[in-house]
């Protein structure tokens, strides 16, 4: 199953300050998606990143605040600009593996974010 | 959107027990996954059910699905302390439209104890 290489593995940062978020595949993946874990709930959709064309943002989430690049089939990030507390959280990201409807789906190993 | 509820919330118990969660789902689904979170960490896949699957083994866990009923189950046979963590049902997100991605429970916090 595919790898994925996330960093930074947690971070402590001001409010009004921004934070990139990279993952790293050890295969290329057609999409990747951005997950959002705020503290004792469940996951989050923020968004899906396919590469060369922008990503898509779910309802409650905007490109402004989140911006993703995608600049190739096995690397993506996540920026959270302009962080307020509220920020604070679990971010991951996951590829599907094979087809999602057989194979499921390999995460990242998260990145926890605290907004200070 | 369609969202896998589990429960129980919270499970404790003994270590060699067997622990049970269940899931329910409101849309068609594709195939439902069970996820284990270990403290807050990355997600580990556990087991993949197609919506055309009953039931399905994989070491100490068996899962079930009814799609008549929308409904999983979880069983970890012969608990272990190393089991403690966090099980999260998901479901595929294509037939809501959406673009495989998947749509998650709040999850069932499990305790065995040693």
């Known amino acids: 199953s595919a790898v994925i290489s996330q960093k930074p593995s947690r971070d402590i940062c001001q409010r009004g300050t921004s934070l990139t978020i990279q993952c790293q595949v050890d295969?290329?993946?057609?999409?990747m998606f951005w997950y959002r874990q705020q503290p004792g709930q469940s996951l989050t959709l923020i968004a899906t990143?396919?590469?060369?064309?922008?990503?898509?943002?779910e309802s409650g989430f905007v490109i402004d605040k989140f911006p993703i690049s995608r600049p190739n089939l096995t690397f993506s990030t996540l920026t959270v600009s302009n962080m307020s507390p509220e920020d604070s959280s679990i971010y991951l990201c996951?590829?599907?593996?094979?087809?999602?409807?057989?194979?499921?789906?390999?995460f990242g190993s998260g990145t926890r974010l605290t907004v200070v | 959107s369609q969202q896998g509820e589990e429960d129980p919330q919270a499970l404790s118990i003994q270590e060699g027990e067997n622990a049970t969660m269940n899931c329910s789902y409101k849309t068609s689904i594709n195939n439902l996954q069970w996820y284990r979170q270990n403290s807050g960490r990355g997600l580990v896949h556990l087991i993949l059910?197609?919506?055309?699957?009953r039931e399905k083994h994989s070491g100490r866990l068996r899962v079930t699905l009814d799609t008549s009923k929308k409904s999983s189950s979880l069983l970890i046979t012969a608990s272990r302390a190393a089991d403690t963590a966090s099980y999260f049902c998901?479901?595929?997100?294509?037939?809501?439209?959406?673009?495989?991605?998947?749509?998650f429970g709040k999850g069932t916090k499990l305790s065995v104890k040693p």
């Open positions: 996951s590829v599907e593996e094979g087809q999602g409807a057989i194979y499921g789906y390999t």
């Open positions: 990143a396919n590469q060369g064309s922008e990503a898509t943002y």
């Open positions: 059910i197609r919506s055309n699957e």
């Open positions: 295969s290329q993946v057609t999409m």
């Open positions: 998901a479901t595929d997100g294509r037939y809501g439209g959406s673009q495989g991605n998947l749509i």
